[in-house]
């Protein structure tokens, strides 16, 4: 059964086409979604749209369509103060931070009824990912970092709100998807990571530096997947099984 590769713009998911083989359209509407091969393991590739709903409403049409893995691609904004432009973090968990139902007694990030306030990464798919981004990142010369992802429906260019979210939450990084898409995995027992390069650290530059390095971190995130899918195909074959 085919691994989901999910990303929220068309950048973020052209090098992962481009080196997809046996390319082929699958229903699964209202998404564009599309079967192939990438380092010998069958993937189903989509893109989903800027923001949770978008990401929530993918994942649950391709876990429904038969994917047993998702990995989620792309850029973020750094929150860690060791991040920089280019480096890479790999999901420990995800938290929604601007989920907020404080005002009857939850924690910040907490979405009532749910166990966890963080959802946590696949430790097998972690790790695969954890080290291709520790390759990739030696070869470039930038860091790898595995930690928090934090996701909300806010493009995040505030230094003030960076450290509330390293200090109320511990984020590595902000972005707008990635915690959907684990919330959803829960709910269907499957696994998934999620891989982010750092396009800007989330402060008054966010703005310029998102627009300048979106295709650098963009195609750094997609070496990582790449490196993951090769690391899956060694261990249990095309399937992913
Ligand atoms: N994706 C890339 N940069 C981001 C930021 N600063 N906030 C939210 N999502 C992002």
């Known amino acids: 059964m085919p691994i989901a590769v999910i990303a929220a713009m068309p950048e973020e998911l052209a090098g992962l086409r481009s080196v997809a083989e046996r390319l082929e359209p699958v229903a699964a509407h209202p998404f564009a979604v599309v079967r192939g091969r990438i380092e010998g393991v069958d993937v189903l590739l989509a ?11 993918l994942t649950q049409a391709l876990l429904g369509s038969g994917a047993q893995r998702v990995i989620m691609t792309g850029v ?60 990739v990142a030696a070869e470039a010369g930038v860091r790898a970092l595995s930690g928090r992802v934090a996701s909300g429906d806010q493009f995040v260019a505030d230094p003030e709100r960076v450290a509330a979210l390293f200090a109320e939450f511990g984020a590595a990084c902000a972005e707008m998807e990635g915690a959907a898409v684990a919330q959803v995995c829960a709910r269907w027992g499957a696994p998934f990571v999620i891989v982010r390069s750092v396009s800007d650290t989330a402060d008054h530059a966010a703005e310029v530096d998102f627009r300048a390095f979106t295709v650098l971190a963009a195609d750094r995130s997609v070496a990582v997947v790449r490196g993951t899918l ?11 099984a």
């Open 47 to 57: 893109e989903c749209g800027i923001g949770k709903v978008n990401a929530a409403a």
């Open 76 to 135: 973020a904004g750094g929150v860690d103060p060791r991040l920089a432009v280019g480096d890479i973090v790999v999901s420990v968990d995800a938290v929604q931070h601007d989920v907020d139902v404080r005002a009857l007694g939850y924690e910040a990030g907490r979405v009532p009824g749910e166990a966890l306030l963080a959802w946590p990464a696949d430790p097998l798919l972690h790790a695969f990912a954890l080290a291709a981004a520790t390759e």
């Open 230 to 240: 090769r690391r899956v195909h060694a261990s249990v074959g095309a399937d992913g």
